[in-house]
């Protein structure tokens, strides 16, 4: 069964620092592209970061360009999107989600194959 399960979202006070991790399991993870996106409330999804399947990254939001960072374990077929200098407008639901070849297919309204259910990042003193 094909999951994508995302972890290590929470409460954090600015400027903080948090790790998110997406596991797979029931895909061939080495040929997948898998980005970050994330949900604020009353606000549409936006696409965060994306990691391709031979390591091509694409930043979606300028917002957090010089504070996130994203990476792949193919053997643990785990993402990792490390943030810092977290801030309150980061506070989202964020999502994984996973789609076939070295790019996501985010269309920025939509796309990519599989989703996760998301972790609760919540930016706030």
């Known amino acids: 069964q094909l999951q994508l399960v995302e972890s290590g979202g929470g409460l954090v006070q600015p400027g903080g620092s948090l790790r998110l991790s997406c596991a797979a399991s029931?895909?061939?993870?080495?040929?997948?592209?898998i980005g970050w996106f994330r949900q604020a409330p009353g606000k549409e999804r936006e696409g965060v970061f994306c990691i391709g399947s031979l390591g091509t990254e694409t930043i979606y939001a300028d917002s957090v360009k010089g504070r996130a960072t994203i990476s792949r374990d193919n053997a643990k077929k785990t993402v990792y999107l490390q943030m810092n200098s977290l801030k309150p407008e980061d506070t989202a639901v964020y999502y994984c989600a996973a789609s076939v070849g070295d790019e996501c297919t985010w269309t920025g309204t939509g796309g990519m194959d599989y989703w996760g259910k998301g972790t609760l990042v919540t930016v706030s003193s």
């Open positions: 029931g895909f061939s993870f080495q040929h997948y592209a």
